[in-house]
């Protein structure tokens, strides 16, 4: 079967500095795969190379058995980064921005279809944001916006799914809601590749997790992980504090 996602002696480079040096990393579908590490790991640098939006100066990336442009393309994989830029006077409403993940599949025209509303719509209540959905983006919490990004990401009916750092900064409620989402989307076959400083949250929220540090560590369950000798690999002596 193929992989949701190969990653074969990644390395990138931003001028003199090595971001990624050989990275080896594949996620089934059907799991969740944590994502951890100190800042300036090459957290971030990993989830934008899979979408193609930096370029590898060695090694291969492929999703779905494509490469990230051609699965980019076909909306095989969803990326929701740490941050999302939103200028709380530009007058886009939380369904506008849900919409967006229907667009590759909207045709010449651009114009959304029955189908494109309803997926809309399903995505909207399952990020508990129905009642939410004509109010102008910049007027949610950080909590609210996370989730409407994450439902952008349903709505485009991805089987891969690429989140950095989504719990920073939210909400109770919020975060309990992608967990359970990401685990409901894990449960039917998508592939979740999800970074997190949260190591306690980390057994609940993946089936296995990666231990980066512009390579791949240690992959294997959060428990081999999280064990001290392993987290030292990457953090240091000690046990690492948790960034909330």
């Known amino acids: 079967m193929t992989a949701a996602l190969e990653v074969r002696d990644l390395r990138v480079?931003?001028?003199d500095v090595r971001a990624l040096d050989g990275v080896d990393l594949t996620v089934a579908h059907g799991r969740v795969c944590g994502l951890v590490g100190v800042n300036g790991s090459g957290k971030?640098?990993?989830f934008k190379a899979v979408m193609g939006v930096v370029r590898a100066e060695t090694g291969t990336v492929l999703v779905?058995?494509?490469?990230?442009?051609?699965?980019r393309r076909r909306g095989?994989?969803?990326y929701v980064p740490q941050s999302e830029d939103v200028d709380p006077t530009f007058p886009l409403s939380v369904r506008d921005v849900v919409m967006t993940g229907r667009y590759g599949r909207l045709g010449p025209t651009r114009r959304p279809r029955r189908e494109d509303h309803a997926a809309v719509d399903d995505a909207l209540g399952r990020v508990g944001l129905d009642d939410l959905a004509d109010r102008q983006i910049?007027?949610?919490?950080?909590?609210?916006r996370k989730r409407a990004f994450v439902a952008r990401g349903l709505a485009q009916g991805a089987t891969v799914l690429l989140l950095d750092e989504p719990f920073a900064g939210v909400d109770k409620a919020s975060e309990a809601t992608i967990v359970r989402l990401l685990r409901e989307l894990a449960?039917?076959?998508a592939a979740v590749l999800v970074s997190t400083h949260d190591l306690h949250a980390l057994p609940a929220l993946a089936d296995e997790a990666a231990l980066l540090h512009r390579r791949v560590l240690v992959h294997g369950t959060p428990a081999e992980v999280l064990r001290p000798?392993?987290?030292?690999?990457?953090?240091?002596v000690g046990t690492p504090a948790v960034d909330r």
Do not use: C, I, K
Request: hydrophobic share 30%; aromatic share 6%.
């Open 13 to 15: 480079r931003y001028g």
């Open 44 to 46: 971030s640098t990993l």
């Open 64 to 71: 779905d058995g494509t490469d990230p442009d051609t699965a």
């Open 76 to 78: 095989t994989v969803s």
């Open 138 to 144: 910049g007027r949610l919490s950080g909590g609210q």
């Open 187 to 189: 449960a039917g076959g």
């Open 229 to 236: 000798e392993n987290l030292a690999l990457a953090f240091g």
